[in-house]
T-cell receptor, first 113, second 113 residues
Framework: GESVGLHLPTLSVQEGDNSIINCAYS??????FIWYKQESGKGPQFIID?????DKRQGQRVTVLLNKTVKHLSLQIAATQPGDSAVYFC????????????FGKGTLLTVNP | GAGVSQSPSNKVTEKGKDVELRCDPI?????LYWYRQSLGQGLEFLIY????????KSGLPSDRFSAERTGGSVSTLTIQRTQQEDSAVYLC???????????FGPGTRLLVL
């Protein structure tokens, strides 16, 4: 899993398996969270977001879970594919700024065919 | 539709030289952000523009860094007297408004020799 301030963790999975990437955030006032995917040499790509009045949100093959009690965010990817290989960042809108995102350092996901 | 574009994609410069990095946001997006990403790190907020409001420059690391946004659209990030520690990927993002999804460009990879 990932936590803001730590070195880049890695996750290796087999194609077709489900992946879970974790993120711990520090600011209990944060009310908006986003997951981004970044492939090598490219900018971050928006995957899914969630606001603090929700604890779960689903997209296409992805689900984000938010546990505000323990300040934990996770991204679940179903039926992981080689194209999912990338660095995944969680970001939080911290301090009620309504715009300034604080990013974690990312988790490197490697999908083995 | 067209996404955020940045130019140049790569820039190599000598220590002490000035550089200008350009960002073209998504048409109609009122908010524009600059971030910096050092090797293997998460994204570090630099500066934020919203409409005609004064920009939030709180993330700029030194007075050698400045940014402008002309006509509420294109933005230029200028780094004066570049130093080797300025080497990083500079990412621009735009959003329709505050606390809306930020969409990133591909970044400019700056190398200061």
């Amino acid at each position: 899993g990932e936590s803001v301030g730590l070195h880049l963790p890695t996750l290796s999975v087999q194609e077709g398996d489900n992946s879970i990437i974790n993120c711990a955030y520090s600011n209990s006032a944060s009310d908006y969270f986003i997951w981004y995917k970044q492939e090598s040499g490219k900018g971050p790509q928006f995957i899914i977001d969630i606001r603090s009045n929700m604890d779960k949100r689903q997209g296409q093959r992805v689900t984000v879970l938010l546990n505000k009690t323990v300040k934990h965010l996770s991204l679940q990817i179903a039926a992981t594919q080689p194209g999912d290989s990338a660095v995944y960042f969680c970001a939080e809108d911290s301090g009620g700024s309504n715009y300034k995102l604080t990013f974690g350092k990312g988790t490197l996901l490697t999908v083995n065919p | 539709g067209a996404g955020v574009s940045q130019s140049p994609s790569n820039k190599v410069t000598e220590k002490g030289k000035d550089v200008e990095l350009r960002c073209d946001p998504i048409s109609g997006h009122t908010a524009l952000y600059w971030y910096r990403q050092s090797l293997g790190q998460g994204l570090e907020f630099l500066i934020y523009f919203q409409g005609n409001s004064a920009p939030d420059k709180s993330g700029l690391p030194s007075d050698r860094f400045s940014a402008e946004r002309t006509g509420g659209s294109v933005s230029t990030l200028t780094i004066q007297r570049t130093q080797q520690e300025d080497s990083a990927v500079y990412l621009c993002a735009s959003s329709r408004g505050v606390q809306e999804t930020q969409y990133f460009g591909p970044g400019t990879r700056l190398l200061v020799l």
